[in-house]
């Protein structure tokens, strides 16, 4: 347990206050591989205090799964409490631009105003909307597997799993094609204050890119407020339930949080799931004689590999996860890279199943936060391996490629290939 105004521990409580070795979130052997100490987590230490971070660990399928809908908990504390009765320092002045984009948007705060953010955004950004993309999907995903193939190979990485996704995401928002270059570095630098302990550095940089976001974005949507168009900020800012509608600051805080979720993760996930059938050449060759597979192995890729490795959660009252009270106040970090190899759920979890029936992974949350772009990233996914077994079904791997120095939201610098 942790005294919040000091996060350390406090005296006496030391025999739950494990020292834990090989979890290291800094350290690139540990991001390219996790899994081993992941398994000496759920073994030894489920519910474990990691000083460096001031966080509980929180390591078993059962105990995450049950967190992540537990209303004790939650993404921000700041409706039921201020920083100070937290023992936090209030956010610097400097980042202000960055979590007045980042609270105007349904992830970072909780009921009511959650509720009612996701109530307004799921009228325009429905189930049938994004089915709707679909063959719009597969043909970005054709058109640039095939520059992948003419090419002979190159950046699976940077010529397919990038592109998709922000062409997608950029056409659904109605973002010209002339800007669209923008959308990428806005995202990677905004999502680097979501690492463990980020850099002063990183932190400018992440406040510097969500300010620039938010202002191309607020000219882009008062030209549509006045002349809409067939597109998600046009939808959004005409979406009205019950005489209420979003604020302009929540439809900007909405569109790059549908960014930032829906682009980062499908490309890490992208690249991490080749990177699994590479090394898994059996399940590769299943999946290339049988493309029905797909819908299985999609979600097979997400839970071998989970791009969102950490997701973190304030405690609101006391707790208690397995046999330890932790306390409010008190952060505690839910590792779904962990959950989602845990034997008491996954049968023979370090193996990779495309067929696996029985998943019930969390690689997309659960609960009120459950990720509201997982239809669309499923539709990318599918497409985007579909179009690639098609048109490259002799695809190789050209190196061995290294792990991006971000844990949290895990990810490959690259992925050549050959075809």
């Known amino acids: ?11 006496g409580l030391s025999s739950v206050l494990l020292s834990i070795v090989k979890f290291d979130p800094w350290n690139a052997e540990f991001i390219a591989d996790p899994y081993d100490a992941y398994r000496d987590l759920r073994d ?3 519910v474990s205090f990691f000083e460096p971070t001031g966080q509980w660990l929180i390591a078993r399928h059962a105990d995450v799964n049950a967190l992540l809908r537990d209303r004790r ?41 959650h509720t009612r953010l996701r109530r307004l955004v799921s009228k325009a950004f429905t189930p049938r909307m994004v089915e709707s993309l679909r063959p719009r999907v597969r043909k970005i995903a054709t058109e640039l597997t095939a520059g992948l193939v003419e090419r002979g190979g190159g950046d ?55 300010a620039e976001f938010a202002g191309y974005l607020r000219e882009l ?51 991490s799931g080749w990177w699994a059938l590479f090394r898994n050449p059996g399940e590769l060759e299943r999946l290339r004689a049988d493309p029905g597979l ?36 008190t952060e505690i970090a839910l590792l779904f890279g962990s959950a989602n190899r845990d034997p008491e ?17 969390i690689s997309f949350g659960a609960g009120i936060h459950f990720c509201l772009g997982a239809p669309l990233a499923r539709v990318e996914m599918a497409e985007s391996f579909g179009a690639l077994l098609g048109l490259a079904p002799r695809l190789e791997l050209a190196e061995e490629p290294a792990w991006k120095p971000s844990y949290i939201m895990r990810g490959l610098e690259s992925l050549k290939v050959t075809v």
Request: charged share 25%.
């Open 1 to 11: 347990m942790t005294d919040p105004h000091t996060r350390t521990p406090r005296r």
């Open 44 to 46: 030894n230490d489920p």
């Open 73 to 113: 908990l939650g993404r921000s504390y700041l409706h039921v409490a201020t920083h100070e009765a937290f023992g936090r320092e209030p956010e610097p002045e400097f980042q202000e631009p960055f979590w007045r984009v980042i609270r105007a948007g349904m992830l970072d705060v909780e009921p009511p105003v």
């Open 156 to 210: 699976l990485l940077a010529e397919v799993a990038e592109p998709l996704p922000v062409t997608v995401i950029a056409e659904m928002l109605g973002v010209p094609e002339a800007d669209r270059h923008l959308l990428r570095p806005w995202s990677a630098d905004i999502c680097g204050m979501y690492e463990l302990n980020p850099s002063p550095e990183v932190q400018h940089t992440a406040v510097r890119a969500a």
């Open 221 to 271: 949507a008062r030209a549509r407020r006045d002349r809409p168009g067939d597109d998600m900020i046009s939808a959004l800012a005409q979406v009205v339930d019950d005489g209420d509608r979003l604020t302009e600051d929540e439809l900007i805080g909405t569109c790059v949080l549908l960014l930032n979720a829906g682009h980062e993760a499908t490309v890490n996930a992208t690249g």
């Open 294 to 329: 797909m819908p299985t192995a999609v979600e097979e890729l997400l839970r071998y590999d989970t791009p969102a490795q950490m997701f973190e959660r304030w405690v609101l009252e006391d707790i208690e996860v397995g046999g330890v009270t932790i306390p409010r106040g």
């Open 345 to 361: 759920v996954f049968a023979d979890p370090d193996r990779l199943d495309l067929g696996r029936a029985d998943n019930p992974h």
